[in-house]
């Protein structure tokens, strides 16, 4: 299994406040990702980063930002949390492009209230 | 833009039988991937096949196979020989060019939830 790890794993917050999700992965991979599931959506891009202080959006980037200051962590800040941001976020992996498939961490499950 | 669309809500399929999972796509790229991937009811991502536009042959990975008609734009997800652990939400992605540095964006399916009765 690719070593990638998420932080917190459950979260239960209050509308208005900010939370930071965080990613972590042991493989040196390039590129990171930020998705979040919700039902009736499938999977969903935020942010991703190609790099070390290299990250761009995605199609639902709205109230969320990311940072990544060194190859293993990839964050992702909601500023304000709000209701229609619970949801099940996944961090993914990918050494390259092309074929090479996406690794995917174990999901945080984040709820606002 | 990229589209995936997975018609199937739900699948009910006897233990040991073939069954294959529907997954068409719509994209203006010439260059795209296509993936499977399988979700389990303790929630991860596990990824199963990948198609590239340009490959001649239907991948397959063990009892995994990709049937792919590309005019038709179509990657359904054939198991055969179903098993009871096969029970789970499935879900097709596609990969298109992405304008920064190899960086995949995937764009996936609203999944279909496989059940596997014994």
């Known amino acids: 299994d690719a070593g990638i790890t998420q932080s917190p794993r459950h979260k239960v917050t209050e509308t208005g406040t900010p939370v930071t999700l965080r990613c972590h992965q042991t493989?040196?991979?390039?590129?990171m990702y930020w998705y979040r599931q919700d039902p009736g959506h499938g999977l969903r891009l935020i942010h991703y980063?190609?790099?070390?202080?290299?990250?761009d959006k995605g199609e639902v980037s709205d109230g969320y930002s990311v940072s990544r200051s060194k190859t293993e962590d990839f964050l992702l800040t909601l500023e304000s949390a709000t209701s229609s941001q619970t949801s099940v976020y996944f961090c993914?992996?990918?050494?390259?492009?092309?074929?090479?498939?996406?690794?995917f961490g174990p999901g945080t499950r984040l709820t606002v209230l | 833009a990229q589209k995936i669309t997975q018609t199937q809500p739900g699948m009910f399929v006897q233990e040991k039988e073939a069954v294959t999972l529907d997954c068409t796509y719509d994209t203006s790229d010439q260059s795209y991937g296509l993936f499977w991937y399988k979700q389990p009811s303790s929630g991860e991502m596990i990824f199963l096949i990948y198609?590239?536009?340009?490959?001649?042959q239907n991948a397959t990975e063990g009892r995994y196979s990709l049937n792919f008609q590309k005019a038709r734009k179509s990657a359904n997800l054939v198991i055969s020989a179903s098993q009871l652990g096969d029970s789970a939400m499935y879900f097709c992605?596609?990969?298109?060019?992405?304008?920064?540095?190899?960086?995949?964006?995937?764009?996936f399916g609203q999944g279909t939830r496989l059940t596997i009765n014994p």
């Open positions: 993914a992996i990918s050494s390259r492009g092309g074929g090479d498939e996406q690794f």
């Open positions: 980063s190609y790099g070390v202080k290299d990250t």
């Open positions: 992605a596609m990969r298109g060019l992405t304008e920064i540095q190899g960086a995949q964006k995937l764009v």
């Open positions: 198609q590239g536009s340009y490959d001649e």
């Open positions: 493989e040196n991979h390039r590129y």
